[in-house]
């Protein structure tokens, strides 16, 4: 509003200005009339008018900022609270990271069962207590928005978790009864994962296990293979270097 309302002269602008002031005359007939300090045009209206459009307006701002309000989220306690879990208690796990081939150890923070912090496991005999950044944000992967929610087919469609429950199981039926059953995964680091994967191959006649990775360290393997005879990835002891040369090898960075 303007500091002096009881001015009727209000300066005048060539052109419209941001942050104008606004002065309201009420006439003798009962119009209402608005001037704008920034030079616009002055608006006259009846009385009727006037209350029309100050209601359109007053519900516009109310939309609005019900418009801007967050979510409403609730929170839904246990039904049945798994024994381990008490609400605003840290939970702690012993893991590994899966961010990259290194497989450094992990701890794993998580309330009400889920992880929010995850740092180097100083009893890991490869990682002893380090997780480069991309470990510790990998956690991060579990609250994608962009993150699957359902199952989906190869050719994209979305299935009912409880109809892909009912192919498997007709799947499995199958293998048992010889038909050939192939498993892809990526790579496997947990061991039991790989137990559990391994039970399903032995437990199947014609059941395949096949590990496919768009980036992986087939290149590593097969010189270590080549030059030492043994195809395993090999742990360096650059404490150990009285010298170290690189070609091309980011060792202290992402390697």
């Known amino acids: 509003m303007s500091k002096n309302p009881k001015d009727p002269d209000l300066p005048r602008h060539s052109e419209p ?3 104008a002031s606004v002065l309201l005359r009420s006439h003798d007939d009962g119009d209402v009339s608005i001037s704008f300090s920034d ?12 209350m029309r459009v100050s209601g359109v307006a007053a519900a516009t701002a109310a939309m609005s900022s019900v418009a801007c309000r967050e979510p ?6 246990y039904v049945d609270r798994p024994e ?7 939970n702690r796990y012993a893991s590994i990271c899966d961010a990259c081939p290194s497989q450094c150890g992990v701890l794993i923070k998580s309330r009400a069962g889920r992880p929010f912090k995850l740092e180097g496991n100083p009893k890991h005999p490869v990682s002893q207590g380090g997780l480069c950044a991309r470990g510790q944000a990998s956690y991060m992967d579990l609250y ?8 989906v087919r190869a050719d994209g469609t979305e299935v009912d978790w409880d109809d892909v429950d009912a192919e498997v199981a007709q799947q499995v039926q199958a293998a048992r009864n010889g038909a050939s059953l192939r498993i892809l995964t990526g790579t ?17 006649p014609n059941a395949r ?33 009285d010298l170290v040369v690189s070609l091309g090898s980011d060792f202290l960075g992402t390697w």
């Open 84 to 90: 381990d879990v008490r609400i605003g208690v840290t």
């Open 144 to 151: 994608d928005p962009d993150r699957l929610r359902t199952a």
């Open 72 to 77: 409403v989220r609730h929170i839904v306690p």
């Open 188 to 204: 496997v680091t947990g061991p039991a994962t790989q137990g559990l994967i391994d039970q399903i191959v032995d437990g199947l």
């Open 17 to 19: 200005q941001p942050g």
């Open 39 to 50: 030079g616009s045009e002055t608006l006259r209206m009846n009385r009727r008018d006037f």
């Open 209 to 241: 296990h096949y590990v496919y990775e768009p980036l992986a360290s087939d290149a590593a393997l097969a010189a270590t293979e080549a030059g030492y005879g043994s195809a395993h990835m090999p742990h360096y002891r650059f404490d150990q270097a």
